[in-house]
């Protein structure tokens, strides 16, 4: 008996669709194409997801496509895996993509927004701390980063405090402001704050003081599900480099190797990621390339975010900008923000307040960034 979750202006319908990835084994038979689909319908359109086994022999994946309309030929979004263990997840990143760029704009939350903050502690080993939400919890079971709710008069870093030894016994004493994300939930509409806590920020012995579970985990390589749906981005984001150098002819650098491919460069290999235009992200993106946005306002951070960009680059060539770039850190941006200064003289006036802030990075390179 499919169930429905019901829009203002339409409605989500669930067939056996989920049954299937709970139950299903290794066996890409146990998936059937075309008969378990998840529907989507508001707005007069209509959006499938479908599940399941994609090519033949050793070659085939799995994988999750996105469509609107039935148009087969042209999916919104495809992503595949070798693990059937990870359809859940892919599932849940098509919808999130979905409801940020076609549903919410049109499904704005009236519901009061809630202040939450949360904590991505760091260990000496460069691991961060998850934990799993207590029983009677909404989504009980489900692995985040703590932290919890801003009582009225409190400051966001006195919550995190406060949080932190109420919940897992440990005291913070230093912590840098990260992303700020909104997010509507069943039971809320919230904005979360995310501050990171380095290893040298924190101190005490960790106690699972409401019954919880905890975990260190390797950025990029986490092992405990299920996640919170708001935290998606945010976990692969925890893998990106923290220190760049380079300029936008040249591209962007970090000591590991990733780098990101310079403006308007030509035949970007697969997976790559690419400087680009604010408009770009409305092209199609060859073969899995990512494009890190330039931005120079607020309002352009806000379409990249909805744009479902990785990350954004902020090119600063005066001190309006550097000072501009410095309140929107402050009030807490959507996604890791690259400072590209024009100059050194800009870096060495601005580097440590933009990181203070909560920059991802600041790109270190020659007397002429921009060149």
């Not at 680059?313 to 929107?328: I, S």
Request: proline content about 7%; hydrophobic content about 45%.
């Amino acid at each position: 008996m499919p169930q429905a979750f019901n829009l203002r202006n339409g409605t989500i319908i669930y067939d056996n669709f989920f049954w299937l990835l709970e139950h299903a084994d290794s066996n890409p038979a146990d998936l059937l194409l075309s008969e378990d689909l998840l529907q989507i319908s508001f707005g007069g359109g209509q959006y499938l997801l479908d599940a399941g086994w994609y090519g033949f022999g050793p070659r085939g994946r799995f994988g999750v496509i996105l469509v609107e309309n039935q148009d087969w030929e042209h999916p919104l979004r495809q992503e595949y895996t070798r693990e059937i263990s990870r359809l859940p997840s892919l599932l849940q990143e098509c919808i999130d993509w979905l409801w940020h760029t076609r549903i919410a704009p049109t499904e704005a939350d009236p519901r009061p927004l809630l202040q939450v903050v949360a904590g991505i502690v760091y260990n000496d080993r460069g691991e961060v701390l998850l934990s799993s939400r207590p029983a009677g919890k909404a989504y009980a079971g489900y692995w985040e980063f703590a932290g919890g709710k801003v009582e009225a008069g409190e400051g966001e870093l006195a919550a995190l405090r406060r949080e932190f030894a109420e919940e897992l016994g440990i005291q913070i004493h230093s912590a840098v402001p990260w992303l700020a994300k909104t997010h509507s939930y069943e039971h809320a509409h919230v904005r979360l704050r995310f501050f990171r806590v380095p290893a040298g920020g924190w101190r005490g012995e960790l106690q699972a003081r409401e019954g919880q579970q905890w975990r260190w985990q390797q950025p990029g390589r986490y092992d405990v599900s299920p996640m919170l749906p708001a935290n998606a981005a945010l976990l692969a984001a925890l893998a990106l480099p923290t220190q760049f150098s380079g300029s936008l002819n040249e591209g962007l650098h970090a000591a590991d190797g990733f780098c990101v491919l310079p403006l308007h460069a030509a035949n970007p290999p697969p997976g790559s990621r690419l400087l680009a235009d604010l408009a770009d992200l409305a092209a199609d993106t060859p073969d899995g390339v990512r494009r890190w946005p330039l931005v120079r306002s607020v309002g352009d951070l806000a379409a990249a975010a909805t744009a479902q960009a990785e990350a954004a680059v902020w090119p600063t060539d005066n001190a309006t900008a550097a000072e501009q770039a410095c309140a929107a850190l402050a009030e807490g941006v959507p996604l890791p923000l690259v400072l590209l200064p024009a100059n050194a003289a800009l870096a060495e006036r601005y580097a440590e307040r933009w990181l203070a802030a909560g920059a991802q990075a600041v790109v270190r390179g020659s007397e002429d960034n921009f060149r």
